[in-house]
């Protein structure tokens, strides 16, 4: 059985969410006739992570119902705290920010019972990120730095990238510039030192909307450009390149703006249309037109 529950989890994180569901739900079955409390309940956990990944968060909340009652009875404290978590995730996504709340409070008492710090710093994460949902934003700030605090003790070096971005993208929200683009940079280096390169790519996005809004074009094209030299894809390589146009565009460097969107163009050569390239598309056309016309 724990192999199913293994290669239903692998699944999950490979994005394969179809053949996980169908997997874990034969392991629930056999938990059920056969298993341990203590494996249908790990069983459950990952089955209600593989809805949430579907976006089916009441199907999910079920399952992590459930692991809790079991966790309960078998005394399991840290399935418990996880099943805790986890119900607090599927609420948010249900946009149940008070019950939810609630339940990371729950989950960082049971963090502090068992002295786990793992547990307790995503569970502050999670409330500063709910709280800033709710407009608390001094008890979210607050909460972000005890749970940062904690990654850097303990070298969370994951956790402290994941709270660095959401802290960032409030500060972002609230127009704290200075603070936003700080986190953002700490956020790419961090996901640079832990070869994550989809975080890496994010970050540096993020610190492109920032620096366009703060109107440091010469910033925002280095990081664009930057990001064109990390694309893995044509699209992406594309997205950059037409983005590094309309900047070029702003700062009255025509020629250059030119150039970047036929380079783009030339990146999406025969792709089929899809939102995302067509929208590409549609913007590297309408600079070129509009250069034409100019000259």
Known sequence: M???????????????YGEALARL????????????????????????????????????????????????RIGDLPGLGA????????????????????????????????????????????????LGEVGDYDAAFAMYRAADEIARRIHAWDGLRVSLGKSGELHEQLGHNAEALAAYREQEQLARDLENHIAEERALR???????????????LLVTRQLETLATNPADGAREAVNQAAILDEMDLHAEAVD???????????????????????????????????S
Request: proline letters at 1%; hydrophobic letters at 45%; charged letters at 30%.
């Open 2 to 16: 724990s192999v199913l529950n293994n290669a239903g989890r692998t699944l999950v994180k490979l994005g394969r």
């Open 25 to 72: 739900v034969e392991l629930e079955r056999l938990c059920r006739e056969h298993g341990s409390p203590g494996a249908l309940q790990a069983c459950l956990q990952n089955l209600g992570e593989a809805y949430l990944a579907e976006d089916d968060a009441k199907q999910a909340l079920d399952c992590f119902q459930e692991q809790e009652q079991i966790c309960e």
């Open 83 to 130: 099943a805790i978590g986890c119900q607090g995730l599927a609420w948010q996504r249900l946009g149940r920010v008070a019950e939810a709340l609630a339940l990371r409070k729950r989950e960082e008492a049971v963090a502090r019972q068992l002295d786990d710090p793992d547990m307790l710093q995503v569970s502050l994460t999670n409330q500063a990120e709910l």
């Open 206 to 220: 993020s610190q492109a909307r920032v620096l366009v809004a703060v109107n440091n074009l010469d910033g925002a």
């Open 260 to 294: 970047a969107a036929r380079r783009a163009l030339d990146l999406l050569g025969a792709i089929e249309a899809g939102d995302d390239v067509t929208a590409i598309r549609d913007l590297a056309h309408e600079i070129l037109d509009e250069k034409a016309e100019e």
